[in-house]
């Protein structure tokens, strides 16, 4: 009995398929996820031409996720080359423990809040009344601008997941839906992390509540240990 020849592209019996024994094929995105890998470890070995190869495979993401968040093609432009500055400098921190694709992510969404903090429509506190209705004489400008340092101080005090969800739906008005799509997690996830975020402010925050005799002193003593603390190089999340 004779054997019919393979044809062409298939193996012989008994041989392992051109990939190699118990090898499988990557699909598309775990493919993906591989090259980001190599080209970031190509730039952390020298390769002059891998963080470029890098931002191209990734640059319309990172511009429609600035975009959707900054709303202003001149500010996401400015933001992203930022961010990108930022993840070249700092490609040594890759931990591996998520993909290349979502710590890009997570550069751009931070650079992005970075931004929109400066522009955010800070909180104002109420003016107080003189009983019938009439308003009393209005707190000084510099009482207002040490609220507003305690409120940013407060913020810098959560844990960046918190504070991301808090800043994009109470600061900036984004509905959690969007919030969500935006830090790329579940929109029951958002709900939790600003109701946690909230509830931790309560609590720093509740020496501002009206009426608290303490509020000035006990703002006036954060700014100055805010001040302190950043001409001491401390922690500035």
């Not at 051109?18 to 699909?27: I, K, R, Y």
């Not at 996820?33 to 190509?42: F, I, N, S």
């Not at 890098?54 to 975009?67: D, F, Q």
Request: with cysteine.
């Amino acid at each position: 009995m004779t054997t019919s020849e393979p044809s062409a592209g298939e193996p012989p019996a008994g041989e392992p398929p051109a990939g190699g024994v118990g090898e499988t094929a990557l699909s598309p995105a775990a493919d993906h996820a591989e090259q980001d890998r190599r080209l970031l470890r190509r730039h952390l070995n020298g390769d002059p031409d891998a963080f470029a190869a890098l931002v191209r495979t990734h640059s319309n993401r990172m511009w429609t996720v600035a975009i959707n968040m900054l709303r202003d093609r001149e500010d996401a432009a400015d933001t992203v080359q930022e961010a990108m500055l930022s993840a070249y400098r700092g490609a040594a921190t890759f931990r591996g423990e998520a993909s290349v694709a979502t710590w890009l992510h997570r550069i751009v969404v931070n650079a992005c809040l970075d931004r929109l903090r400066r522009r955010m429509a800070r909180p104002q506190v109420p003016l107080p009344t003189d009983g019938e209705g009439e308003l009393a004489e209005p707190r000084d400008a510099m009482a207002e601008g040490e609220t507003r340092l305690a409120v940013d101080a407060a913020l810098g005090q959560l844990p960046e997941a918190l504070r991301l969800a808090v800043v994009l739906v109470d600061g900036l008005g984004y509905s959690v839906a969007d919030a969500a799509a935006l830090l790329a997690v579940p929109v029951g996830t958002v709900k939790s992390r600003c109701a946690r975020g909230r509830a931790k402010l309560a609590v720093m925050l509740d020496y501002l509540r009206p009426g608290n005799p303490t509020a000035l002193d006990s703002v006036s003593q954060s700014r100055h240990v805010n001040a302190s603390d950043a001409a001491g190089g401390g922690d500035q999340r």
